[in-house]
């Protein structure tokens, strides 16, 4: 079922799974999660997702680097260090599934499982030149991942897959989904000709968000140019206002879950990180966590003076703007958005535009199927792409969109032809 070069490797599916914050558990192997006190923790037992792939045939084979808890989009822990995006290896390969973005990019596997909160699998998927779908929300299981997640987490968290080619997409989604498959539409024949297509081509003015790159906006145009041009569809340019405020959204909608703090789990839960003593020490390169790690702790503690009003007046904006997606998307609508507003930046930078996640962290809170395609290279060598967004069960339309997507761009670009020409 899967596509013919994996057939070709081998008989057998080759799986390279992300032991994300996810910290994924894969029966044996390790389970740090980036976490220097848990050097040499293995898993004791599969995630469900991973059980479910073994069921189907594949053998995981390895796990790879993640950012410390998977909460940050650069793959730097000080259990393995920094992994370099194989297009640029100045640049950073993004977050946290970043080791299984950069193994796939590379060519080192050809698909892999990440979990994505805020864009986990879809920003390392569009630096490394790879798709990544972050599922309809609920579908996947989230069972069996260090830390565990909470239950009022869940609707925001999604399991999903990576992979080079998008024909493995479907029969990876299905195998994952389990049971749960039947709630989507996998099957179901899809006229490219038939469906409306929005965009918007930025959020519409953040001021703490990088401005959408040219070539970032000139690859979504590009897409929308072959929907015209091929298939007779005139794409909406909408604007949804709210879409700016979608960082204290999803900050708002986090504060109302009952997840442990990031500062406890920075110590497995044995009390909370002293985060002022820590950002100290790390100064003095005392510190066994990353700046990003202690900064985010930093960051919750200020977050946690927002008013209950304010955080409410955010959960309802964001609940809003999930019916306005709802009604505008239907069940033959796809929404195009940049999955980034920049290509892969350099090591830290992240540190001084962490807000650019929330081209993707938005479809986390509305709980939308979100699927980051590649669309060639900058002029720099790096990959771009373009991010397809359906209604909810809609994961169907965003896979039919990445099939034409990649017939027409080419998809998953050899990052050694980047240097080789
Ligand atoms: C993980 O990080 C180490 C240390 O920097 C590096 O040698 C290795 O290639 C990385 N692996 C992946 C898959 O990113
Ligand atoms: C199906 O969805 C439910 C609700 O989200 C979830 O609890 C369960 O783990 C899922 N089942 C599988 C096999 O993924
Ligand atoms: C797809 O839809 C278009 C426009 O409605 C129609 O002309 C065409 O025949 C359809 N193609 C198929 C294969 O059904």
Redesign the pocket.
């Known amino acids: 079922v899967f596509s013919p070069l994996i057939y070709e490797c081998s008989r057998y599916l080759i799986l390279f799974v992300n032991p994300h914050f996810v910290s994924l558990c894969i029966l044996g192997l390790v389970l740090s999660a980036g976490l220097v006190s848990r050097k040499g923790v293995k898993a004791e037992e599969d995630a ?2 991973v059980a ?1 792939l073994r069921k189907a045939g594949a053998i995981p084979i390895a796990v790879s680097n993640v950012s410390e808890l998977c909460m940050w989009w650069e793959s730097n822990n000080n259990l393995y260090g920094r992994t370099r995006n194989p297009y640029d290896t100045s640049r950073t390969v993004g977050g946290s599934s970043g080791g299984e973005g950069c193994l796939l990019g590379a060519a080192g596997s050809v698909i892999s499982i990440g979990s994505d909160i805020g864009g986990s699998i879809r920003i390392p998927a569009f630096f490394n030149c790879v798709f990544g779908l972050k599922p309809t929300s ?6 069996g991942k260090y830390p565990p997640a909470h239950e009022s987490i ?1 609707p925001y968290l999604s399991m999903g897959p990576l992979c080079r080619y998008a024909s493995d997409l479907k029969p990876l989604l299905k195998v ?5 498959v039947s709630k989507l539409h996998l099957d179901k024949k899809v006229n490219l000709s038939q469906l409306k297509v929005y965009y918007m081509d930025n959020d519409g003015g953040n001021p703490h968000t990088t401005k959408v790159h040219p070539e970032v906006l000139g690859a979504q145009k590009k897409v929308l140019l072959h929907f015209e041009n091929n298939f007779g569809i005139k794409p909406l340019k909408v604007s949804l206002i709210n879409m700016k405020s979608a960082f204290k959204m999803w900050n708002s909608k986090m504060m109302m879950t009952k997840h442990p703090s990031f500062a406890s789990e920075m110590v497995e839960g044995n009390g909370e990180l002293n985060t002022y003593m820590e950002l100290l020490k790390w100064c003095f390169k005392l510190s066994d966590h990353t700046f990003p790690a202690i900064g985010l702790s930093l960051f919750e503690k200020l977050r946690s003076c927002q008013s209950p009003e304010e955080t409410q007046y955010f959960v309802e904006m964001c609940d809003r703007l999930q019916l306005e997606f709802q009604e505008l998307l239907g069940d033959d609508g796809v929404f195009l958005y940049p999955p980034h507003p920049e290509p892969a930046p350099c090591h830290n930078e992240p540190v001084f535009k962490f807000s650019n996640c929330v081209y993707t962290a938005v479809f986390n809170i509305l709980q939308l199927p979100a699927l980051q395609c590649p669309v060639g290279l900058s002029q720099a060598g790096v990959p771009l792409g373009v991010q397809v967004v359906a209604a909810k069960y809609n994961d169907h339309l965003t896979l039919a969109f990445a099939t034409e997507i990649e017939k027409a761009f080419g998809g998953w670009i050899n990052p050694s032809n980047v240097v080789v020409n």
């Open positions: 469900e997702v479910l609920g579908i996947l299981s989230n069972a869940c994952l989904a389990g049971n749960n």
